[in-house]
């Protein structure tokens, strides 16, 4: 709510930390700081200084926000309608910045209404989930559609509906609250309470404006709320706390509720009437309403999805690359690798990207979101470079963010393709594991306009690298490539320090196949309010493509390795040019399934984050050209890597969340081809099918399992070095620990451990460091061995 107030001023006070830093990183680098301090002292003193800042003003907003909601309360009391009117003379020409509360609240309603917005009304990420039926209701079949804008614009449309009074004295009477945060708009919900002296009922109902009172209503003791048609809808908390604040009135009677405190409100927020004690009934048509709403959104929303599946996850649009509006060069290089038309994403972002507006993105995996969003890049240093006079040193023009080291490598290769008959410009990586010293030594040597980095890596050159900050005030465009992965807590903290180290003045694009709602809420951390919301999967779409055939196995933990053995053997089996990807959950883990299916004779490659760079390059780039090979994997290659032609993709236990399943399946049935997914669970993984219960997966039954592969198994599993297995086991610990739905329960998670460690042929759990089995939560559990 305060979130635009705060970053505009946190943003400054860090371009200040970020600025200042730099002047300190010139001329031979930043070793000592005043006070002796060194580089990580200073840098967490200003840290520290930029929360404290950070919180004050959090206050300051908070307090000015306070005041006006008061104000309003006031004005709606003393029967005025205009908050700012309310205010005496000297008061009303105040400009209370940022905006006022009446701003404020349609600035949501709009963004909540904009196109596309839709799924922020449903309480749960991804797509809405279907309605269970409802009995028919009267009339329903002639009642036009409903036009959801009117909703929030316009308060007639429910009044006249509902036969609800819309005279200010009867809106008064009636007092109209209804929910901000974001998350109701336009129909409001209406409670009704008896008063306690008299049998009729006092409509009482909640405007959106109100929900930003809550903090100062105070509602009758023993008043509550019935349970909403929707239990998830937002509540009215009228809790102890809140009436305690009962005071007794001068005549003795306490039973008269006091609205409010005195002191701020005098006497407009004293309620003067009898404390009501219960709402007798809540207002069904309020629910009735957003069913309706809803009913529409699908409605809408399936008649777009069958023309969508009428093309049936065709991926290619209509329109070629030759009429839009980008470079010829461009278009030649396009053509050199193969692209003439555009796929579906890329026609449906061009032109809003090409405009210079801030979009977050959301299409299928493999749909060609990469090139969506390196045209417009491109264009972005052509204009820029044509407008600008030559500096010594160019000016870092885009920058584009990748969660892994591989992806921005291929980023930066498919940038290179199509910049290859553009002279002048360039394109670099930075990422981690790599010299940094050899990163400095390429920037000087050959500045490009064009950066493909990690997180991480970024930092450290904006940190460390004297010049390096004032080539990033010149950025044009910034990009996030599995956008919603960026703006996970993993990476927020290192985001947040980028976007704040470049300018405000820039265009920014946010692309993934998984958009949750949460992340939509928080792109705002990096795009403009006024940005577009391009979904070509679509509300109540599939995110996953129809022609790849997803299944999952349930099968006890110590068969597992027995049965990803009999799954490659049956799909190398079946098809001439195989590759497949086996999905691990750890490194460690990653690493113990590859040597135990080398040892098999199985022809396959490992890749995870304990690997060092060169070596996961080449095994990447091994990978990419092969045909007949197997890829043991982490999550390092869940995302946006292109591996083409992937047959199989086996997740072996539960991916983390809903996303990654959907982002590992997406290595296979690339650019409309066929695919496959196998996910393999144990008993206890099974919760998570409830995730992904909205996609297309269907339960196979358990493979006839000989007892001779199971001796080769166990005989395979005993070549392996007990060092790899405790690592396995450790790991494997770690990541369920990181489960919530697993991790709570210790107990059950260290005995699931144990059998873990003796499916993989360990004589002994494996002892833990007493430190880390207390940062686990596991230090006094059963079965935990502690390293002396
Ligand atoms: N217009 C086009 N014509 C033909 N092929 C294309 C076109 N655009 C992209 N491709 C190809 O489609 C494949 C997938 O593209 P890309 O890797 O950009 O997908 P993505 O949507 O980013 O996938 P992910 O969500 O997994 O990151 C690539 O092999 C790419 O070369």
């Known amino acids: 709510m305060y979130s635009s107030f705060l970053r505009e001023h946190s943003r400054t006070f860090s371009k200040l930390l970020c600025n200042l830093s730099f002047v300190r990183s010139m001329g031979g680098g930043p070793r000592t700081f005043p006070g002796g301090l060194n580089k990580w002292q200073w840098k967490r003193l200003h840290e520290k200084k930029a929360k404290e800042k950070e919180k004050k003003l959090l206050e300051q907003e908070k307090e000015l926000y306070q005041a006006r909601v008061r104000t309003q309360i006031r004005a709606k009391l003393a029967g005025k309608s205009d908050d700012r009117s309310s205010f005496s003379d000297s008061q009303s020409s105040v400009d209370y910045n940022p905006m006022s509360a009446k701003d404020h609240v349609k600035a949501l309603a709009d963004r909540f209404m904009k196109e596309g917005a839709e799924d922020l009304w449903n309480e749960d990420d991804g797509p809405l989930k279907s309605l269970p039926p409802r009995p028919p209701l009267e009339n329903r079949s002639v009642r036009p559609p409903i036009d959801l804008r009117n909703l929030t614009s316009s308060r007639r449309n429910l009044e006249n509906n509902r036969g609800i009074p819309t ?36 409509d009482s109902e909640f405007s959106l404006e109100d929900d930003l009172v809550k903090p100062f209503v105070r509602e009758s003791k023993g008043s509550q709320q019935k349970t909403m048609g929707n239990s998830k809808w937002p509540r009215f908390n009228f809790n102890e706390k809140e009436s305690s604040d009962e005071e007794s009135e001068p005549n003795g009677r306490t039973s008269v509720k006091k609205m409010m405190s ?33 009913e529409e959104l699908n409605r809408r929303n399936s008649s777009e999805n069958a023309v969508r599946r009428s093309d049936e996850e065709s991926l290619l649009s209509q329109k070629r690359f030759d009429e839009c509006n980008i470079s010829p060069l461009t278009i030649k290089a396009l053509s050199s690798a193969g692209y003439v038309q555009m796929t579906v994403v890329q026609e449906a972002t061009l032109s809003v990207c090409l405009d210079g507006k801030d979009a977050i993105v959301k299409a299928k995996t493999g749909t060609g979101k990469s090139a969506a969003f390196l045209l417009p890049a491109i264009e972005a240093v052509l204009k820029a470079t044509s407008s600008v006079k030559s500096h010594r040193v160019p000016p870092i023009l885009v920058l584009i963010l990748c969660p892994t ?13 199509m910049l290859k008959y553009h002279d002048g410009i360039g394109v670099q990586t930075l990422i981690g594991g790599t010299r940094f010293k050899d990163d400095q030594k390429r920037l000087e040597s050959d500045p490009s306009q064009i950066i493909v980095a990690t997180p991480g890596r970024l930092l450290d050159h904006i940190e460390n690298k004297s010049g390096f900050s004032v080539r990033l005030m010149g950025l044009k465009m910034l990009i996030l490539d599995e956008a919603d ?9 290192d985001l947040e320090k980028i976007v704040d180290c470049v300018p405000r003045q820039r265009q920014s694009l946010l692309f993934s196949a998984t958009i949750p709602k949460e992340v939509r809420r928080i792109s705002q951390l990096v795009l403009k309010r006024e940005h577009v919301f391009i979904d070509t999967v ?40 195989y590759k497949v990807i086996v999905f691990c959950t750890t490194a460690m883990v990653t690493s113990l399934m590859f040597l135990l299916l080398r040892e098999m004779k199985m022809k396959v490659r490992e890749m995870h984050s304990r690997k060092p760079q060169l070596y996961r390059t080449r095994i990447s780039d091994e990978f990419r050209e092969s045909k007949q090979l197997i890829l043991i994997t982490s999550d390092v290659s869940a995302r946006g890597m292109n591996y083409p032609d992937v047959t199989l993709v086996i997740q072996v236990g539960i991916p983390s969340d809903r996303e990654h399943y959907i982002h590992r399946l997406g290595r296979t049935g690339r650019e409309g081809k066929e695919g496959e997914g196998i996910l393999l669970l144990a008993p206890w993984e099974e919760y998570f099918l409830d995730e992904i219960k909205d996609l297309p997966i269907q339960k196979s039954p358990l493979p006839q399992l000989d007892s001779d592969a199971k001796l080769k198994v166990e005989d395979s599993m005993a070549k392996i070095d007990t060092s790899v297995k405790e690592a396995a086991y450790h790991a494997w610990l770690g990541y369920y620990n990181s489960i919530r739905e697993i991790g709570r329960d210790k107990t059950m998670l260290v005995e699931l451990a144990s059998r873990f460690s003796d499916s993989i042929g360990l004589q002994k759990v494996p002892a833990l460091f007493r430190k880390t ?16």
């Open 773 to 788: 089995a207390l940062k686990m939560g596991l230090k006094d559990i059963p079965g935990i061995r502690i390293r002396k």
């Open 405 to 417: 080291r591989e992806l921005a490598s291929q980023i930066a290769a498919e940038t290179n393709a």
């Open 262 to 294: 005195r002191a701020t409100l005098g006497n407009y927020d004293v309620k003067t009437k009898r404390r009501a004690p219960k709402i007798v009934e809540e207002d069904n048509g309020f629910s009735e309403q957003i069913q309706l709403i809803r």
């Open 167 to 202: 005279s200010v004295t009867d809106s008064l009477k009636s007092r109209h609250y209804s929910v901000a945060a974001g998350r109701i708009l336009g129909p409001r919900i209406r409670f009704r309470r008896r008063k306690e002296s008299s049998s009729s009922e006092d």
């Open 538 to 577: 679509g509300m109540g779409g599939v995110e996953t493509h129809a022609k790849v055939k997803q299944s999952y196995l349930v099968a006890p933990h110590e068969l597992h390795f027995q049965i990803v053995h009999y799954l490659l053997k049956e799909h190398i089996s079946q098809l001439l040019d």
């Open 485 to 493: 992965h960026l703006l996970d807590l993993g990476f927020r903290k």
